[in-house]
Antibody, heavy 120, light 110 residues
Framework: EVQLVESGGDLVQPEGSLRLSCAAS????????MSWVRQAPGKGLEWVAD????????YYVDSVKGRFTISRDNAKNSLYMQMNSLRAEDTALYFC?????????????WGQGTLVTVSS | QAGLTQPPSVSKDLRQTATLTCTGN????????AAWLQQHQGHPPKLLSY???NRPSGISERFSASRSGNTASLTITGLQPEDEADYYC???????????FGTGTKVTVL
């Protein structure tokens, strides 16, 4: 059974930093692109970043470029998001999602999410 | 980054048919098609349809997807109370090198 479990969300002050983690199980983690998708309270879904199975390619939404870094450790079946220079508008529930890797691809499994609140 | 356009809400009677639309451009929906996701309040999204009209295991045949030009559609037949949820389309945008989501449609079953 595919499982994705996020952690690391917290209340942080503006300009602060946070590192999110996503523990994956039930599939060959290194074979899949993985993404972070966020959802601000009461709002829609917004894709944030994704990373290729071997970590060699990464893509980001414009609003987080230069502030967020996606990474992975295939030996630990884990996905990460280092978030720096956090802003109030980064407040959201952050989901880890598996990209099924086909063309065009789709997010076929999702975690429950971890909440990031940026506020003074 | 521009997203995909969906109507904010659709309301239909029980057992009726609802058709949701998702409009993009030639760099996203027109080129790649779209996937559809369902999200119930307080839950993560669930994939309903991918590569235009493929359903993951366990997804009801009442959900069917299609595409015409730059617009993707999701049709829900025989609406049930459990279909009340938010629905999002998503796809890759080749000009942005980014995934884009639709603005979301809230389906209400009367």
């Amino acid at each position: 059974e595919v499982q994705l479990v996020e952690s690391g969300g917290d209340l942080v002050q503006p300009e602060g930093s946070l590192r999110l983690s996503c523990a994956a199980s039930g599939f060959t983690f290194s074979n899949y692109w993985m993404s972070w998708v966020r959802q601000a309270p009461g709002k829609g879904l917004e894709w944030v970043a994704d990373i290729k199975g071997d970590g060699s390619k990464k893509y980001y939404v414009d609003s987080v470029k230069g502030r967020f870094t996606i990474s992975r450790d295939n030996a630990k079946n884990s996905l990460y998001m280092q978030m720096n220079s956090l802003r109030a508008e980064d407040t959201a529930l952050y989901f880890c999602a598996r990209d099924d890797g086909a063309s065009p691809s789709a997010f076929d499994f999702w975690g429950q999410g971890t909440l990031v609140t940026v506020s003074s | 980054q521009a997203g995909l356009t969906q109507p904010p809400s659709v309301s239909k009677d029980l057992r009726q048919t609802a058709t949701l639309t998702c409009t993009g451009n030639s760099n996203n929906v027109g080129k790649e098609g779209a996937a559809w996701l369902q999200q119930h309040q307080g839950h993560p999204p669930k994939l309903l349809s991918y590569r235009n009209n493929n359903r993951p295991s366990g997804i009801s045949e009442r959900f069917s997807a299609s595409r015409s030009g730059n617009t993707a559609s999701l049709t829900i037949t025989g609406l049930q109370p459990e279909d009340e949820a938010d629905y999002y389309c998503s796809t890759w945008d080749s000009s942005l090198d980014a995934y884009v989501f639709g603005t979301g449609t809230k389906v209400t079953v009367l």
